[in-house]
């Protein structure tokens, strides 16, 4: 199938782009390269894989994209709620209104996989978050995915995924997602500071998202026009947990910051079973993560890979 991924070159698209090309389809990858322009260097020997610099909200020219796709993944956007905030104008037209184009202008036949996030349950409800639970986003990043996921959960051939926080290393680093960040900082400074140490967030591995993907292709039949959490449910961890678990691999003093708020008020556990029961599962802990990224961070550096 022809597959077309908007936010291409980013931090999930680079990675995906592989997962795709490997099972055979034609990869189409359409990034502005606001950030890494290397990341898909290694694609361009691949007869399958083609690349399209442009800005997303140029519609003229994603529009003849996009009418050759059989598959749209629109990940392109302003990712986090620093990123957010300091461009609200350039969040609003990125993260929701050309993703209100897209479904608007895609035909029936089409199939979209749109990823949205675990931040539109903001602060959590009282017990478990499933799909069923009321979302109450409390960020500009929040409200822009919600609303691009309910433009998309009305028109026919589609699936939205709401992810958990994603970690692990990729062709195009990010080292401000919580998990990469923590790793990060105890490798340079062997200190985390942790304000309000027990929120609770889920976290998943990157090649478990890129997997999900892949999973609902290959099961489109059993997976379309519904919504799916995907996350790790051994991973619904509060933030003093998440940094035990980096103690187990590196030195680190963990201080609590007693009468210092978090700017983040995201807390909230979540279940992904819903996925996990049409056959889905996540294969990698955290464990794994954080050794991998011991690695990547003797060859990377900060903050250039950072999305702030």
Not at 86 to 106: F, G, L, T
Not at 196 to 209: K, P, S, T
Not at 272 to 289: A, F, N, T, V, W
Request: glycine letters at 4%; charged letters at 25%.
């Amino acid at each position: 199938m022809n597959v077309l991924i908007t936010g291409g070159a980013g931090y999930i698209g680079s990675e995906l782009t592989k997962y795709l090309l490997d099972d055979g389809h034609e990869v189409v990858a359409y990034d502005n390269l606001m950030y890494d322009p290397t990341s898909l260097l290694r694609y361009t020997s691949h007869e399958n894989f083609s690349f399209v610099k442009a800005d997303v909200r140029n519609r003229d020219i994603l529009s003849q994209h996009l009418k050759n796709a059989d598959v749209i993944l629109p990940l392109a956007a302003l990712v986090g709620f620093p990123l957010c905030r300091d461009n609200p104008r350039d969040a609003k037209e990125i993260n929701y209104e050309i993703n209100q184009w897209i479904a608007d202008n895609k035909s029936k036949d089409q199939r979209v996989i749109y990823p949205c996030t675990n931040s539109g349950y903001g602060t959590g409800a009282d017990g478990i978050c499933t799909e069923e639970s009321p979302l109450n986003p409390i960020s500009l990043y929040g409200v822009t995915k919600v609303d691009a996921e309910t433009a998309y959960r009305e028109t026919e051939n589609c699936v939205t995924f709401r992810l958990a926080t994603v970690y692990g290393p990729s062709s195009r680093m990010r080292t401000d997602l919580l998990v990469n960040n923590f790793v990060l900082k105890t490798l340079r400074e062997k200190i985390l500071v942790l304000y309000e140490c027990e929120f609770m967030r889920n976290y998943v591995h990157i090649h478990d998202v890129c997997s999900a993907f892949k999973f609902v292709i290959d099961n489109w039949d059993n997976c379309k026009n519904e919504t799916y959490n995907v996350g790790n449910d051994a991973l619904n961890m509060n933030k003093l947990q998440l940094a035990q678990k980096i103690s187990e691999h590196l030195p680190l003093e963990i201080i609590k910051a007693e009468f210092t708020k978090d700017l983040d008020k995201r807390d909230y556990v979540v279940s992904s079973q819903k996925i996990y029961d049409k056959g889905y599962e996540c294969r990698h802990d955290l464990d794994i993560g954080i050794k991998q990224l011991i690695k990547a961070y003797d060859i990377i550096e900060s903050p250039w890979y950072a999305n702030y």
